[in-house]
């Protein structure tokens, strides 16, 4: 494990991530180590979603060494203290994110890929629904369906197949 002085400074920075970690960490009775800071850093600076083997090559090309253990580790830390969430869409490796504003996700079954929408309308709704002897945390929305460019392809494919038809 390299020692990289931005870990260091980063570790004892005021940011007010760090400071959550830091609290967290504390309360649990675990230590401040290199490595956690080193992904927490690398996790702050992603936008969007990520898999734990994307987070890892991220790292590893940063020149940390960090066991796949470890970073999968700090990760379920970080969904405890509530600064990460897991998603598991369909049929997909689990993927994780930052806790930033809520928002809807698209995602398209053919190709996997994830888009992500902000939907005012939806969020005012959300938050003033009430539901009986529930406290509402956060709530996560996924609409399955078919990106532009599947349903591009799926329809030159069909036109294709239509025409190999009419040529039978
Ligand atoms: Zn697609
Ligand atoms: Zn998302």
Redesign the pocket.
């Known amino acids: 494990m390299r020692t990289d002085p931005n870990i260091e400074d980063f570790a004892g920075s005021n940011n007010p991530v760090v400071r959550k970690f830091n609290e967290y960490l504390d309360s649990h009775g675990m230590r401040r180590t290199t490595e956690r800071y080193a992904i927490l850093n690398r996790v702050m600076n992603i936008n ?2 990520f898999t734990i083997e994307e987070l890892q090559q991220m790292i590893d090309s940063e020149g940390f060494r960090v066991s796949r253990s470890t970073v999968y580790n700090t990760v379920e830390l970080l969904i405890d203290a509530k600064m990460l969430r897991r ?1 598991v869409f369909e049929g997909m490796q689990a993927q994780y ?1 930052r806790i930033t504003m809520a ?1 809807t ?1 698209l995602i398209c079954t053919t190709c996997g890929k994830v888009k ?1 929408v902000r939907d005012p309308n939806f969020a005012a709704f959300m938050n003033a629904r009430r539901f009986n002897a529930f406290n509402t945390d956060h709530y996560s929305l996924y609409v399955y369906g078919t990106c532009s460019t599947c349903a591009r392809k799926s329809k030159r494919t069909k036109v294709a197949d239509d025409k190999k038809e009419k040529r039978r």
């Open positions: 969007g979603h998603h994110e928002h996700h992500e």
